[in-house]
């Protein structure tokens, strides 16, 4: 699977130009297939072209089944209500920040195929897209916080990753303990991975059945 691009690389901060359809670099039907594949395999709400080093100006978010992709998007009405909460960003590994949002936008953006659409977006998906949108501009979240909050965010990275790190290693442990084969392997780390399963409470990956309580993964396999 591609990798992310390093969050000190200038392609995150470089706006992108708009996708010409007339002479496309890539094949937007098939780019899109693609992109719908990363944003599942990192288990990210969205994820901007930009953030694997791509010119190409597009978005893709979703959840579940449910996924779509905005070419050449310009946020062109947002609503004065804003919404605050948390805001993480897989370009920026363990970092989370509060940062201020529109409740609601209104984006103009093109299809795969080029057709000019336009949508209004609330909620969580309009902060998913206003994200995109600013890596797109080359603005990553991390620009859109007063310093105040960055550095908050930055102090309490250490202790996220940390404790990130410890869980690794019990994991990487229990897997030797349970003498687990390297596809069951995968399969936990790709559940793992993928936490906007629809069901995330519980979910069986071939051979192996995957419960969660509380922080802890139950796992039970057929290998008896």
Known sequence: MRP?????????FTEVVPFDFTNPSVDPVQYESDMIELVK???AYGLSANQFGDSIR???FG???DYSSLWNPTIVGKSEKLQYGKEGCVSF???IMNVYRPQEIEVKFQLSDGTPQSYTFTGLTARTICQGIDFLNGIPFTEV???SELNRGMSKRKTIRKRALRKERGLRKLYKEMDLTEEQVRQV???RTQRTNPNPS??????TEITEQGDSLIISTDND
């Open 4 to 12: 992310l691009i390093e969050e000190s690389d200038q392609r995150l």
């Open 41 to 43: 395999y990192y288990g």
């Open 58 to 60: 597009m978005v893709t």
């Open 63 to 65: 959840a579940g089944d």
């Open 93 to 95: 590994p363990y970092l």
């Open 145 to 147: 916080v007063p310093r």
């Open 189 to 191: 780390e790709t559940y």
């Open 202 to 207: 519980k979910q069986s990956t071939g051979s």
